[in-house]
Protein backbone atom coordinates (compact mmCIF):
# COMPACT_ATOMS: atom_id res chain seq x y z
CA UNK A 1 0.00 0.00 0.00
CA UNK A 2 1.09 3.45 -0.13
CA UNK A 3 1.67 5.49 3.11
CA UNK A 4 3.66 9.02 3.66
CA UNK A 5 6.42 8.70 6.05
CA UNK A 6 8.98 10.50 7.99
CA UNK A 7 12.23 9.96 8.95
CA UNK A 8 13.01 12.53 11.30
CA UNK A 9 11.35 16.26 12.23
CA UNK A 10 11.50 18.64 9.68
CA UNK A 11 9.60 21.11 6.86
CA UNK A 12 6.60 19.39 4.79
CA UNK A 13 9.26 18.60 2.80
CA UNK A 14 10.28 15.92 4.99
CA UNK A 15 7.33 13.72 4.28
CA UNK A 16 7.81 11.33 1.64
CA UNK A 17 5.38 8.64 -0.33
CA UNK A 18 6.26 4.93 -0.21
CA UNK A 19 5.24 1.55 -0.46
CA UNK A 20 5.07 -0.45 2.46
CA UNK A 21 2.90 -3.73 3.74
CA UNK A 22 -0.58 -3.64 4.61
CA UNK A 23 -0.62 -3.50 8.49
CA UNK A 24 -2.71 -6.65 10.09
CA UNK A 25 -5.03 -6.10 12.72
CA UNK A 26 -4.25 -6.63 16.11
CA UNK A 27 -7.02 -7.98 19.03
CA UNK A 28 -9.45 -5.26 19.40
CA UNK A 29 -8.31 -3.49 15.81
CA UNK A 30 -10.06 -3.12 12.32
CA UNK A 31 -8.37 -2.83 9.28
CA UNK A 32 -9.83 0.38 7.83
CA UNK A 33 -9.08 1.55 3.82
CA UNK A 34 -8.88 4.77 4.63
CA UNK A 35 -11.11 7.15 2.32
CA UNK A 36 -10.31 10.81 4.09
CA UNK A 37 -7.87 11.82 6.19
CA UNK A 38 -8.19 15.22 8.57
CA UNK A 39 -5.00 17.40 8.64
CA UNK A 40 -4.70 19.39 12.81
CA UNK A 41 -2.31 21.94 13.92
CA UNK A 42 -1.15 18.63 15.73
CA UNK A 43 -0.26 17.11 12.47
CA UNK A 44 2.18 20.21 11.61
CA UNK A 45 3.69 20.64 15.21
CA UNK A 46 4.93 16.74 15.86
CA UNK A 47 6.47 16.91 11.84
CA UNK A 48 8.40 19.48 12.88
CA UNK A 49 9.26 18.99 16.44
CA UNK A 50 11.46 15.70 17.34
CA UNK A 51 10.66 15.73 20.65
CA UNK A 52 6.59 16.06 20.28
CA UNK A 53 7.88 13.48 17.61
CA UNK A 54 9.74 11.22 20.26
CA UNK A 55 6.46 11.67 22.68
CA UNK A 56 4.17 10.21 20.37
CA UNK A 57 6.25 7.36 18.57
CA UNK A 58 8.82 6.62 21.05
CA UNK A 59 11.71 5.37 19.01
CA UNK A 60 10.11 3.80 16.18
CA UNK A 61 11.47 5.59 12.73
CA UNK A 62 10.41 6.20 10.02
CA UNK A 63 6.70 6.82 11.04
CA UNK A 64 3.35 7.26 9.32
CA UNK A 65 2.10 10.78 10.92
CA UNK A 66 -1.69 11.21 11.32
CA UNK A 67 -4.63 10.29 13.56
CA UNK A 68 -8.17 11.71 11.70
CA UNK A 69 -9.68 8.83 9.50
CA UNK A 70 -13.07 7.89 7.60
CA UNK A 71 -13.46 4.61 5.55
CA UNK A 72 -14.29 1.39 5.51
CA UNK A 73 -13.45 -1.84 7.71
CA UNK A 74 -11.98 -4.26 5.35
CA UNK A 75 -11.32 -6.86 8.57
CA UNK A 76 -11.34 -7.08 11.97
CA UNK A 77 -9.23 -8.70 14.30
CA UNK A 78 -10.21 -10.98 17.02
CA UNK A 79 -12.43 -9.80 20.30
CA UNK A 80 -14.24 -7.11 17.60
CA UNK A 81 -18.28 -7.09 18.18
CA UNK A 82 -18.91 -3.10 17.00
CA UNK A 83 -18.13 -3.67 13.57
CA UNK A 84 -17.94 -5.72 10.43
CA UNK A 85 -16.07 -5.53 7.18
CA UNK A 86 -18.12 -3.16 4.90
CA UNK A 87 -18.89 -0.10 7.44
CA UNK A 88 -17.87 3.19 7.12
CA UNK A 89 -16.42 4.53 10.19
CA UNK A 90 -14.62 7.31 11.03
CA UNK A 91 -12.41 8.25 14.42
CA UNK A 92 -8.98 10.19 15.98
CA UNK A 93 -7.13 6.98 15.89
CA UNK A 94 -4.43 6.57 19.01
CA UNK A 95 -4.18 10.27 20.32
CA UNK A 96 -1.56 11.09 21.67
CA UNK A 97 0.75 7.77 20.19
CA UNK A 98 0.67 6.20 16.97
CA UNK A 99 -2.33 7.52 14.93
CA UNK A 100 -0.81 5.76 11.20
CA UNK A 101 -3.49 7.66 9.35
CA UNK A 102 -1.71 9.15 6.09
CA UNK A 103 -2.14 5.72 4.70
CA UNK A 104 -4.20 3.24 1.89
CA UNK A 105 -5.09 1.40 5.27
CA UNK A 106 -5.01 2.01 8.78
CA UNK A 107 -5.16 -0.78 11.63
CA UNK A 108 -7.20 1.54 14.48
CA UNK A 109 -8.51 0.41 17.83
CA UNK A 110 -12.44 -0.45 17.34
CA UNK A 111 -12.38 1.74 20.53
CA UNK A 112 -11.52 4.66 18.57
CA UNK A 113 -14.32 4.61 15.89
CA UNK A 114 -17.68 4.87 15.39
CA UNK A 115 -19.94 4.48 12.71
CA UNK A 116 -19.81 7.45 10.18
CA UNK A 117 -23.38 8.62 9.46
CA UNK A 118 -24.76 7.44 5.94
CA UNK A 119 -25.71 11.52 5.08
CA UNK A 120 -22.12 12.67 6.37
CA UNK A 121 -19.48 12.22 3.50
CA UNK A 122 -16.13 10.70 4.06
CA UNK A 123 -14.52 14.13 3.96
CA UNK A 124 -16.83 15.96 6.24
CA UNK A 125 -16.23 12.73 9.12
CA UNK A 126 -12.52 13.19 8.38
CA UNK A 127 -12.88 16.58 9.34
CA UNK A 128 -14.61 16.22 12.73
CA UNK A 129 -12.27 13.67 14.51
CA UNK A 130 -8.96 15.14 16.29
CA UNK A 131 -10.82 19.13 16.49
CA UNK A 132 -14.08 17.99 17.53
CA UNK A 133 -13.07 15.82 20.35
CA UNK A 134 -11.17 18.83 21.40
CA UNK A 135 -14.30 20.89 21.72
CA UNK A 136 -16.14 18.25 23.40
CA UNK A 137 -14.05 16.86 25.69
CA UNK A 138 -13.31 20.37 27.10
CA UNK A 139 -16.74 21.44 26.79
CA UNK A 140 -18.74 18.68 28.02
CA UNK A 141 -15.61 16.54 30.42
CA UNK A 142 -13.98 19.38 31.94
CA UNK A 143 -16.44 22.18 32.03
CA UNK A 144 -19.60 20.16 32.10
CA UNK A 145 -21.69 22.72 29.71
CA UNK A 146 -25.25 22.51 30.06
CA UNK A 147 -28.51 24.37 29.26
CA UNK A 148 -28.48 27.86 29.81
CA UNK A 149 -25.26 28.62 30.28
CA UNK A 150 -23.17 31.64 29.00
CA UNK A 151 -20.28 30.29 26.91
CA UNK A 152 -17.54 32.38 25.02
CA UNK A 153 -15.63 30.42 22.60
CA UNK A 154 -12.51 32.29 21.66
CA UNK A 155 -10.84 31.22 18.13
CA UNK A 156 -14.85 30.62 17.11
CA UNK A 157 -13.84 30.16 13.26
CA UNK A 158 -11.24 27.40 13.72
CA UNK A 159 -10.86 23.97 13.82
CA UNK A 160 -11.74 23.63 17.59
CA UNK A 161 -13.70 26.49 17.65
CA UNK A 162 -16.30 26.10 15.05
CA UNK A 163 -17.23 22.57 16.46
CA UNK A 164 -17.04 23.97 19.81
CA UNK A 165 -19.98 26.81 18.89
CA UNK A 166 -21.89 24.23 17.62
CA UNK A 167 -21.51 21.58 20.54
CA UNK A 168 -22.64 23.98 22.90
CA UNK A 169 -25.31 25.34 21.20
CA UNK A 170 -27.07 21.99 20.84
CA UNK A 171 -26.16 21.91 24.39
CA UNK A 172 -28.82 24.26 25.49
CA UNK A 173 -26.07 27.13 25.76
CA UNK A 174 -25.96 30.94 25.13
CA UNK A 175 -22.38 31.37 23.01
CA UNK A 176 -20.52 34.01 22.10
CA UNK A 177 -17.60 32.93 20.19
CA UNK A 178 -14.59 35.61 18.92
CA UNK A 179 -12.96 35.44 15.46
CA UNK A 180 -11.30 38.31 12.87
CA UNK A 181 -13.72 40.38 10.79
CA UNK A 182 -13.47 38.17 7.47
CA UNK A 183 -15.13 34.65 9.71
CA UNK A 184 -18.07 36.82 11.65
CA UNK A 185 -20.38 35.37 9.24
CA UNK A 186 -18.93 32.20 9.47
CA UNK A 187 -19.42 32.26 13.39
CA UNK A 188 -23.01 33.24 13.45
CA UNK A 189 -24.11 30.68 10.95
CA UNK A 190 -22.95 28.29 13.35
CA UNK A 191 -25.35 29.06 15.40
CA UNK A 192 -23.17 31.57 17.51
CA UNK A 193 -25.64 33.99 19.31
CA UNK A 194 -22.94 37.03 19.64
CA UNK A 195 -19.78 37.96 17.19
CA UNK A 196 -16.78 39.50 18.57
CA UNK A 197 -14.01 40.62 16.55
CA UNK A 198 -10.96 39.87 18.72
CA UNK A 199 -8.88 42.67 16.66
CA UNK A 200 -11.07 45.48 17.46
CA UNK A 201 -13.08 44.82 20.13
CA UNK A 202 -12.46 44.02 23.82
CA UNK A 203 -14.38 41.46 25.31
CA UNK A 204 -14.57 42.31 28.65
CA UNK A 205 -16.05 45.33 27.96
CA UNK A 206 -18.94 43.64 25.95
CA UNK A 207 -19.85 40.53 28.11
CA UNK A 208 -19.91 39.76 31.82
CA UNK A 209 -21.98 37.07 33.95
CA UNK A 210 -20.12 34.26 31.55
CA UNK A 211 -20.06 30.44 32.73
CA UNK A 212 -17.49 28.80 30.71
CA UNK A 213 -14.50 30.34 28.71
CA UNK A 214 -13.08 28.03 26.16
CA UNK A 215 -9.82 29.47 24.93
CA UNK A 216 -8.97 27.82 21.43
CA UNK A 217 -6.60 30.68 20.61
CA UNK A 218 -4.07 33.05 22.14
CA UNK A 219 -6.16 34.80 24.62
CA UNK A 220 -6.37 36.82 27.67
CA UNK A 221 -6.67 35.80 30.64
CA UNK A 222 -7.18 38.20 32.43
CA UNK A 223 -9.98 39.45 30.31
CA UNK A 224 -11.80 35.78 30.51
CA UNK A 225 -11.71 36.31 33.81
CA UNK A 226 -13.45 39.64 33.86
CA UNK A 227 -16.24 38.27 31.29
CA UNK A 228 -16.70 35.02 33.66
CA UNK A 229 -19.20 35.11 36.93
CA UNK A 230 -17.94 33.75 40.09
CA UNK A 231 -17.13 30.19 39.92
CA UNK A 232 -16.63 30.12 36.21
CA UNK A 233 -14.62 28.03 34.07
CA UNK A 234 -11.49 28.55 31.92
CA UNK A 235 -10.75 25.56 29.59
CA UNK A 236 -7.76 26.20 27.29
CA UNK A 237 -6.42 24.20 24.40
CA UNK A 238 -2.88 25.20 24.97
CA UNK A 239 -0.69 24.98 27.96
CA UNK A 240 0.04 28.29 29.73
CA UNK A 241 1.79 29.98 32.59
CA UNK A 242 0.21 32.94 34.24
CA UNK A 243 1.94 35.04 37.10
CA UNK A 244 0.48 35.98 40.04
CA UNK A 245 -2.26 38.91 38.83
CA UNK A 246 -4.29 36.15 37.23
CA UNK A 247 -3.65 33.46 40.14
CA UNK A 248 -5.24 36.50 42.77
CA UNK A 249 -8.01 37.25 40.06
CA UNK A 250 -9.25 33.53 39.62
CA UNK A 251 -8.87 32.69 43.02
CA UNK A 252 -10.87 35.85 44.32
CA UNK A 253 -13.57 34.86 41.78
CA UNK A 254 -13.38 31.13 42.69
CA UNK A 255 -12.27 30.69 38.88
CA UNK A 256 -10.60 27.13 37.95
CA UNK A 257 -8.70 27.12 35.09
CA UNK A 258 -7.91 23.78 33.40
CA UNK A 259 -6.45 22.72 29.83
CA UNK A 260 -7.57 19.84 27.95
CA UNK A 261 -5.13 17.02 26.43
CA UNK A 262 -7.32 15.32 23.84
CA UNK A 263 -7.33 11.62 24.54
CA UNK A 264 -9.33 8.68 21.86
CA UNK A 265 -12.25 7.70 23.87
CA UNK A 266 -14.96 5.73 22.64
CA UNK A 267 -17.80 7.96 24.58
CA UNK A 268 -16.70 10.98 22.65
CA UNK A 269 -16.31 9.82 19.03
CA UNK A 270 -19.44 7.83 19.53
CA UNK A 271 -21.38 11.07 20.86
CA UNK A 272 -19.77 12.94 17.61
CA UNK A 273 -21.20 10.59 15.50
CA UNK A 274 -24.68 11.12 16.74
CA UNK A 275 -24.46 14.87 16.85
CA UNK A 276 -23.61 14.48 13.42
CA UNK A 277 -26.20 12.16 12.77
CA UNK A 278 -28.61 14.44 13.55
CA UNK A 279 -26.97 17.88 12.09
CA UNK A 280 -26.80 19.54 15.33
CA UNK A 281 -22.75 19.45 14.24
CA UNK A 282 -21.14 19.98 10.86
CA UNK A 283 -17.93 20.74 9.59
CA UNK A 284 -16.33 23.74 8.20
CA UNK A 285 -14.20 22.35 5.19
CA UNK A 286 -11.94 25.28 4.37
CA UNK A 287 -10.46 22.88 1.60
CA UNK A 288 -10.18 19.62 0.53
CA UNK A 289 -6.26 18.25 -0.78
CA UNK A 290 -5.73 15.23 -2.95
CA UNK A 291 -3.60 12.76 -0.62
CA UNK A 292 -0.91 12.63 -3.02
CA UNK A 293 -0.68 16.42 -1.87
CA UNK A 294 0.08 15.96 1.47
CA UNK A 295 2.74 17.98 1.43
CA UNK A 296 0.77 21.35 0.01
CA UNK A 297 -1.71 20.50 2.61
CA UNK A 298 0.92 20.70 5.38
CA UNK A 299 1.94 23.96 4.60
CA UNK A 300 -1.35 25.47 3.52
CA UNK A 301 -1.76 25.32 7.29
CA UNK A 302 1.43 26.14 8.83
CA UNK A 303 1.58 29.60 6.50
CA UNK A 304 -1.57 30.36 7.60
CA UNK A 305 -3.39 30.17 4.54
CA UNK A 306 -6.34 28.25 5.96
CA UNK A 307 -8.26 31.21 7.31
CA UNK A 308 -11.28 29.09 9.21
CA UNK A 309 -12.44 25.45 9.70
CA UNK A 310 -10.61 22.41 8.57
CA UNK A 311 -8.35 20.93 6.07
CA UNK A 312 -9.30 17.02 4.49
CA UNK A 313 -7.19 14.51 1.97
CA UNK A 314 -8.96 12.88 -0.51
CA UNK A 315 -8.29 10.62 -3.22
CA UNK A 316 -6.18 8.03 -1.64
CA UNK A 317 -4.84 5.00 -4.25
CA UNK A 318 -7.17 2.68 -5.11
CA UNK A 319 -5.59 -0.75 -4.37
CA UNK A 320 -7.11 -3.66 -4.67
CA UNK A 321 -8.75 -5.10 -1.42
CA UNK A 322 -6.46 -7.29 1.13
N1 LIG B 1 -4.42 20.48 23.87
C1 LIG B 1 -5.10 19.80 22.97
O1 LIG B 1 -5.52 18.65 23.20
C2 LIG B 1 -5.38 20.45 21.64
C3 LIG B 1 -6.25 19.84 20.74
C4 LIG B 1 -6.54 20.49 19.55
C5 LIG B 1 -5.94 21.72 19.27
N2 LIG B 1 -5.07 22.26 20.14
C6 LIG B 1 -4.45 23.56 19.87
O2 LIG B 1 -5.51 24.51 19.90
C7 LIG B 1 -5.22 25.57 18.99
C8 LIG B 1 -6.41 25.73 18.06
O3 LIG B 1 -6.53 24.60 17.22
P1 LIG B 1 -7.42 24.71 15.91
O4 LIG B 1 -7.34 23.42 15.23
O5 LIG B 1 -8.77 25.25 16.25
O6 LIG B 1 -6.59 25.84 15.12
P2 LIG B 1 -7.03 26.72 13.89
O7 LIG B 1 -7.95 25.94 13.03
O8 LIG B 1 -5.78 27.28 13.33
O9 LIG B 1 -7.92 27.89 14.51
C9 LIG B 1 -7.44 28.95 15.23
C10 LIG B 1 -8.44 30.10 15.05
O10 LIG B 1 -8.16 31.08 16.03
C11 LIG B 1 -8.50 32.35 15.52
N3 LIG B 1 -7.66 33.32 16.22
C12 LIG B 1 -6.35 33.59 16.04
N4 LIG B 1 -5.94 34.50 16.95
C13 LIG B 1 -7.03 34.79 17.72
C14 LIG B 1 -7.25 35.65 18.85
N5 LIG B 1 -6.28 36.41 19.36
N6 LIG B 1 -8.50 35.65 19.40
C15 LIG B 1 -9.51 34.89 18.91
N7 LIG B 1 -9.36 34.07 17.83
C16 LIG B 1 -8.12 34.04 17.27
C17 LIG B 1 -8.33 32.28 14.04
O11 LIG B 1 -9.43 32.92 13.52
P3 LIG B 1 -9.33 34.13 12.46
O12 LIG B 1 -8.73 33.53 11.21
O13 LIG B 1 -10.75 34.53 12.27
O14 LIG B 1 -8.44 35.16 13.06
C18 LIG B 1 -8.33 30.78 13.72
O15 LIG B 1 -9.45 30.44 12.92
C19 LIG B 1 -3.93 25.18 18.28
O16 LIG B 1 -2.88 25.83 18.93
C20 LIG B 1 -3.84 23.68 18.50
O17 LIG B 1 -2.50 23.22 18.48
C21 LIG B 1 -4.77 21.65 21.32
Known sequence: MQAVFLNEAGGADALYAAETAQPVPASGEVLVKVAAIGINPADIAVRSDNA?????????????????????????GADVTAFKAGDEVFGMVNFPGNGSAYAEYTAAPAAHLALKPPHVSHEQ?????????????????????????????????????????????????????????????????????????????????????????????????????????????????????????????????????????????????????????????KPHIHQTFAFADLRAAHSALENRQVTAGKVVLNGLPESANP
Not at 52 to 72: K, N, S
Not at 138 to 151: H, P, R
Not at 227 to 241: D, H, M, N, P, Y
Open 125 to 281: AAASCLAACTAYQALLDIAAVKAGDKVLVHGASGGVGHFAVQIAKACGAYVAGTSSAQNRDLVLSLGADEHIDYRSENVSERLHGFDIVLETAPGNLLSSIAVLRSGGKIVSTARFEYGADVSEQAAAKQIAIDTIKVRSQPATITALATLLASGAC
Open 52 to 76: LLGMMYGEQRPVILGWDIAGTVVAC
